[in-house]
């Protein structure tokens, strides 16, 4: 067992000491009698608010807070399904465009402030995580087979 390292748990954290959040969650409720919409509506709700410039995460959110919708899944719709389908879904995937623009913003700061070490390594470790998530994409066809991660492109993407 020399020179091995300690096994880690399936739900840790990948950077960090600390422990995930490991469990299990209660299934989404497939009814919520409250909702009236039809899916063909939730749909036109759903295609107006991507209109508008909102992503996926806030257009859940909008539909919770404003529709009285807890989880689009209940219709049987997913929201990235539905802009696929309107040809709304933005190019990059939601997930890598917050990282992204996660990255833009560190590279910024590291540019006016270049001894902070702690920032230097959650932007390595941020990049990394775009370059892995660059190769999931690749292999489902989402994002061409020669792209490839540049912090300049990812300026010019995030703006």
Do not use: F
Not at 17 to 37: C, D, E, F, N, T
Not at 51 to 59: D, E, F, R, V, Y
Not at 89 to 103: G, H, Q, S, T, V
């Amino acid at each position: 067992m020399e020179g091995r390292s300690k096994p880690v748990d399936d739900m840790s954290r990948m950077y960090s000491r600390r422990k995930g959040k490991s469990g299990s969650k209660a299934p989404v409720q497939k009814i919520a009698p409250w909702v009236k919409l039809k899916p063909a509506e939730i749909e036109q709700i759903i295609t107006k608010l991507a209109k508008q410039g909102l992503n996926s995460a806030k257009i859940g959110l909008t539909l919770r807070d404003e529709y009285g919708i807890p989880s689009v899944k209940i219709k049987e719709l997913k929201i990235c399904q539905v802009m696929k389908k309107e040809k709304i879904y933005p190019e990059y995937p939601e997930d890598m465009l917050n990282l992204m623009k996660r990255a833009v913003n560190l590279h910024n700061h590291l540019a006016k402030n270049k001894k902070d070490g702690i920032s230097k390594r959650g932007l390595e470790l941020t990049e990394s995580k775009i370059r892995r998530l660059g190769k999931y994409y690749k292999t489902k066809g989402i994002l061409t087979k020669d792209w490839k991660y540049n912090i300049d492109q990812a300026r010019l993407i995030v703006k």
